[in-house]
């Protein structure tokens, strides 16, 4: 009896509470009850007129609520018999756990003679190692004075054609009778000359990687990984993984191009305790990253703002070269001083869906690089954003859907001018975006349930944006509101939907989907956004299931961390997620808190 009168305090509790945001529409208060046994779920009056819930039947929310608040009460009272039940199969587990706990110890015990004998056998090895690295350091270094001599004999044979050509310049002018023809084999010989030059141009660079390659092997190095067992704590144990460590980079040495932080994700810690290393938001102040329902984010690294200055650059110069190939050879060229890149830090793009508009901050200071939004008018809840980046357009070009528009937005990223704007029949409630290798816009839209795929890699702006391909309709994939989108490094398309995720190849066929609705490890409540990283693991942010899951490429679950709270490694509503590949940090935007974390 006691139970119940508590049971009627929290209703009446419930009853007086504020409503809460549609999901559907965030702008209204939820009013209405949806009584489909399809459905069952709390909606504001938009949703009543609109698909799916169209034609279906409506309760006012607090009767609704009533009675389904009853029926869980006599639910309550029909389980009580079985509690003692329970009570005897725990018991029952409790003492299959001690077991199964006694069989673990052994199998460590069993891991750990295993494991010595792996170090006894790699440490005899070891020499060996080091003399194959040492002998692929002479190899180098002849390659590298090989270099050096091709090199000095293609400058001495420049300066002869350089001089030959000289000489031909002198007998051309003495000479105006046969000056078509002269003319002709001049400019051959200039051509060739100008190859050349860009020949010896690669070649310095060539040699300049080298010569730092090549200093860079003395160095002390770090292993690029640390591996960890848990099990094992002893300090020989330890100190003899991280000697592994330094023998694989050193003989990884010569095939690395660039530097790429690669994350041991079953690190993460689950439940909030992962706690956030830094988080961007209005605590930090006016001039810094302020947020108001922050949707997708993406991370742009500094070199391309340097890409994208050179080409630009480049354009300049040739017309300039054109110009002054006319003027006499007596004029003097003008020093200029090089244009600064638009930005020397990684920028990270956040769509701002309330205030109607995209914030640039810079990653290291945090600060408002610059604040984009449309020309003739605001976005209407911008909510994806993507790059279109050289060579696929001469500039660097920021995507974004707009939620209420249907239709994507195109900016240029360094001047914030407005580019293009276009739409499709099909796009309806367009959300995520992603440009794959081919430079394909591609657009997951919530209400048509398709995935449209775009023209992007054109100069032409009439045709920017054009329709290539529906995913989703008449051939064998089905999307159940699609939400967010990303490209892997096989140009595979993985796409989040209510509560599963599908793998789609490069011609769009589905290659396989997994997760379904709930709250254990590999399942899903709404996955709003989704990203890979270098290694093309998917990093899926749940916005109702308050958490960040990890999953490798064949779509096996790695990690999950996050919960719904208050503390620095809790996660409330995320909606967007991104992987900075320079320090492995797991970047999510909060709607509840408007900040970015840090992870």
């Known amino acids: 009896m006691e139970e119940n009168s508590n049971c009627e305090l929290n209703l009446g509790q419930k009853q007086t509470e504020e409503s809460f945001q549609c999901k559907f529409h965030p702008l209204k208060k939820v009013e209405l009850f949806c009584s489909s046994p399809d459905c069952l779920r709390p909606l504001c009056s938009l949703c009543k007129v609109e698909d799916p819930h169209k034609n279906q039947d409506f309760d006012v929310l607090d009767a609704a609520f009533d009675y389904h608040w009853k029926s869980v009460l006599l639910h309550v009272e029909a389980v009580k018999p079985l509690v003692s039940e329970v009570d005897k199969k725990l018991e029952s587990v409790k003492n299959q756990a001690e077991a199964l706990e006694n069989e673990k110890q052994e199998a460590v015990q069993n891991v750990r003679t295993h494991f010595n004998r792996i170090r006894e056998w790699v440490t005899a090895r070891e020499t060996e190692l080091i003399e194959s690295i040492d002998a692929s350091t002479q190899v180098i270094s002849r390659e590298l004075n090989s270099l050096e001599q091709n090199l000095t004999t293609l400058s001495s044979t420049t300066k002869l054609s350089i001089h030959e050509i000289g000489s031909h310049l002198d007998k051309v002018n003495t000479n105006n009778n046969n000056n078509n023809n002269n003319e002709t084999t001049t400019l051959n010989q200039l051509e060739f000359l100008k190859n050349t030059k860009k020949y010896i141009d690669s070649l310095n660079s060539l040699l300049s990687s080298l010569q730092q390659n090549n200093d860079n092997n003395n160095n002390n190095l770090t292993p690029k990984h640390t591996i960890t067992l848990e099990e094992f704590e002893e300090p020989a144990i330890k100190s003899f993984i991280e000697k592994i460590g330094k023998i694989a980079v050193k ?148 995507l974004t859907t707009e939620y209420y528009g249907d239709c994507v937005s195109c900016f240029d990223i360094t001047t914030g001018e407005a580019i293009k704007r276009f739409t499709h029949p099909k796009m309806q409630r367009p959300w995520g975006i992603a440009v794959n290798q081919a430079g394909h816009i591609i657009v997951a839209n919530y209400n048509s349930n398709v995935v449209l795929i775009h023209t992007g890699h054109t100069n032409n702006i009439s045709e920017f944006g054009s329709l290539i391909k529906v995913v989703g309709e008449n051939d064998g994939v089905v999307f159940n509101h699609p939400l967010g989108v990303a490209v892997n490094s096989k140009s595979e398309l993985i796409v989040s939907s209510q509560h599963k995720i599908d793998i789609l190849n490069s011609d769009y066929k589905l290659i396989k989907s997994f997760g379904s609705y709930g709250k254990l490890d590999g399942q899903f409540n709404n996955p709003n956004s989704l990203c890979v990283d270098v290694r093309d693991n998917i990093l899926v942010a749940e916005y109702n299931g308050h958490r960040v899951q990890v999953f490798d490429r064949e779509g096996n679950w790695i990690a999950t961390f996050g919960k719904e709270g208050q503390d620095d490694g809790c996660l409330n509503y995320p909606s967007g997620i991104a992987v900075d590949n320079e320090s492995g940090d797991i970047m999510v935007t909060d709607q509840m808190t408007h900040t970015i974390k840090v992870f």
Request: overall charge positive; glycine content about 4%; some cysteine.
């Open 251 to 398: 003989s990884e040495q010569f095939h690395v191009t660039q530097y790429i932080q690669v994350r041991d994700y079953t690190q993460l810690l689950p439940d909030g305790k992962q706690k956030a290393k830094r988080i961007y938001g209005p605590q930090l102040g006016e001039n810094f990253g302020r947020f108001n329902n922050p949707e997708h984010i993406t991370i742009i690294p500094k070199h391309l703002f340097e890409t994208n200055k050179n080409i630009n650059t480049n354009n300049n110069n040739t017309n300039t070269n054109t110009a002054s190939s006319a003027s006499s050879s007596s004029s003097t060229p003008q020093n200029q001083l090089p244009q600064p890149p638009y930005s020397n830090d990684d920028i990270i793009v956040v769509s701002n869906a309330n205030c109607q508009r995209i914030v640039l901050i810079e990653k290291t200071s945090g600060r408002v690089k610059s604040i984009i939004a449309g020309n003739e008018r605001d976005l209407n809840y911008p909510i994806g954003n993507a790059i279109i980046k050289p060579p696929f357009h001469p500039n660097l070009l920021l």
